[in-house]
């Protein structure tokens, strides 16, 4: 695979959308596994720091409704 930005041969995938990027292209930001609610009803994440990500995809801070889906 390729990097999406340069054409260099690519190094890992981007944790949000999936594309190829290079050493030099690769950028890092953490992430949500997932979210659960812990003792005495408190919601607690479990988040991963420094996963790869390509720096063209824009995750989204809050979650998005999807209504079609049901």
């Given at each position: 695979m390729k990097c999406w930005h340069c054409e260099?041969?690519?190094r890992a995938s981007c944790a949000?959308?999936?594309?190829?990027?290079?050493?030099?292209?690769?950028?890092?930001?953490?992430?949500?596994?997932?979210?659960?609610?812990?003792?005495?009803?408190?919601?607690?994440?479990?988040?991963?720091?420094?996963?790869?990500w390509c720096g063209e995809c824009e995750p989204q801070p809050e979650p998005i409704s999807m209504p079609e889906l049901y």
């Open positions: 260099e041969a690519a949000f959308c999936g594309r190829f990027v290079c050493k030099d292209h690769a950028a890092t930001m953490s992430t949500f596994i997932t979210m659960f609610v812990g003792a005495n009803n408190t919601p607690k994440g479990l988040a991963v720091a420094n996963v790869i």
